[in-house]
């Protein structure tokens, strides 16, 4: 009896007990210790991203999008300013690594309308820089496998193959050579001696009209 | 996690049908708690019933609370969340009338079609009514467009506009809902009281 009685009393106050309940709630959010928000994608996405070999892109099919004028891909150099001055592949563009997380950078990196590049001299630094882009979640990167060097031992010097090996492999050597000329190279035995034919003038023929005899009179 | 639908753990496929489960849900708590009655709404401007202004801003409150303790266990990212864009003219003026229109018809919106589902024939005049103000607003648009955009101000929250942590506007608010409330109940215990 006493303890319903008690309960009834309880509940008289209850518009009370929820009003105190929410100004707790709400003052809980104020006193709770912040933290740093984890920004990006998760860590188990980007270690599962990190361990896929799927972000390369190799020197043969490079060369192919640049010979064929791929609008789409977006070439992004991230060694130093010296070096990028002294070589870089054709249309790209340097951002070193140091300046990647740099504002200006970012419309460059954080877009979906190119597949980006990234290269440098391995693919080491690149990876770097790939890491940390893609651990801000963003879309369309890649990067060159094996860098500037397997660029230089593959497209613009590439290794002859030799007599023993697969059909294949000269194929792919004639692909790579002619990879070669287009970015530049010039192949002593390529160059043909051009015969230039001498033109002969043409002689041109008039055929003279015979004149026609004025009609006379009849006999 | 959340929020569910952009992250991908409900699809997107869902949306509309969750939208109108949640609508019938709302609607039936809005009918079942009496705010069908246009007397109850508009108790609130004669000061005899504030049921409307203590259910929405409780509502509000909860869910604000909800959200960012939500946000603080990782279960919500509150970035993601839609915010409407502030059309601070157009909402003053558009607030006006609404407001006119809830205290002269004694619905707002809502209310007036739990009103029409439970066959109230006030409420149907003044869903034609609403419809009939949606045709003229509509029709006008090319003429009333300079003003409606002119204010836009785009995705805006207090949080970017003072540049005050959320925690501290929340808490706000909170305590403003909890003087509200007090306030209304003594204003309530002045009025005479009006049963219907």
């Known amino acids: ?219 | 996690m959340g929020p569910l639908i952009p992250n991908g753990i409900i699809p997107a496929e869902w949306n509309y049908i969750l939208a109108i489960l949640i609508g019938f849900a709302f609607g039936y708590i809005l009918e079942a708690s009496g705010f069908s009655s246009s007397r109850k709404l508009v108790g609130v401007f004669y000061g005899y019933d504030f049921a409307v202004l203590k259910v929405f801003f409780t509502a509000a409150v909860v869910s604000v609370i909800g959200l960012y303790y939500m946000d603080y266990l990782s279960l919500v990212d509150i970035t993601r969340l839609y915010v409407q864009p502030t059309y601070l003219v157009a909402a003053i003026i558009g607030g006006a009338i609404m407001g006119v229109g809830f205290l002269a018809g004694g619905f707002c919106p809502g209310t007036s079609l739990t009103a029409v589902a439970i066959g109230k024939i006030d409420g149907m005049v003044y869903t034609l009514g609403l419809m009939i103000g949606i045709l003229i607003f509509s029709e006008f648009f090319g003429f009333l467009e300079p003003l409606f955009d002119a204010s836009n101000l785009g995705h805006i929250t207090l949080v970017d506009t003072l540049g005050i942590s959320p925690y501290w506007i929340i808490f706000a608010f909170t305590l403003i809902a909890l003087i509200s409330f007090l306030f209304s109940d003594w204003v309530r215990s002045k009025v005479k009281k009006v049963f219907y």
Request: aromatic share 10%.
């Open chain 1, 1 to 219: 009896m006493s303890k319903s009685y008690q309960f009834k009393r309880f509940l008289t106050r209850r518009y009370q007990i929820l009003a105190a309940i929410l100004f707790l709630l709400a003052a809980g959010l104020l006193l709770l210790p912040k933290y740093e928000k984890h920004e990006g994608i998760s860590p188990e996405e980007l270690l599962s991203n990190s361990i896929s070999p799927e972000r390369y892109i190799t020197t043969d099919v490079l060369a192919d999008r640049i010979i064929n004028q791929d609008p789409s891909y977006l070439l992004i150099d991230i060694r130093p300013e010296e070096e990028f001055k002294e070589y870089t592949l054709p249309n790209a563009i340097n951002i070193p690594l140091k300046k990647i997380m740099d504002e200006e950078s970012i419309p460059y990196l954080n877009q979906t309308q190119y597949d980006v590049v990234l290269f440098s001299n391995d693919h080491f630094y690149a990876d770097q820089a790939w890491i940390m882009c893609n651990r801000l979640g963003y879309k369309n990167m890649h990067v060159l496998k094996g860098g500037l060097n397997n660029w230089f031992h593959t497209i613009i010097n590439p290794a002859k193959p030799g007599e023993d090996m697969p059909a294949t492999a000269f194929e792919l050597y004639s692909t790579r050579k002619a990879a070669s000329m287009f970015f530049g190279v010039a192949y002593p035995e390529e160059v043909k001696q051009i015969v230039v034919k001498k033109v002969i003038p043409k002689k041109v023929i008039t055929i003279k009209k015979k004149k026609k005899m004025p009609v006379e009179g009849g006999c």
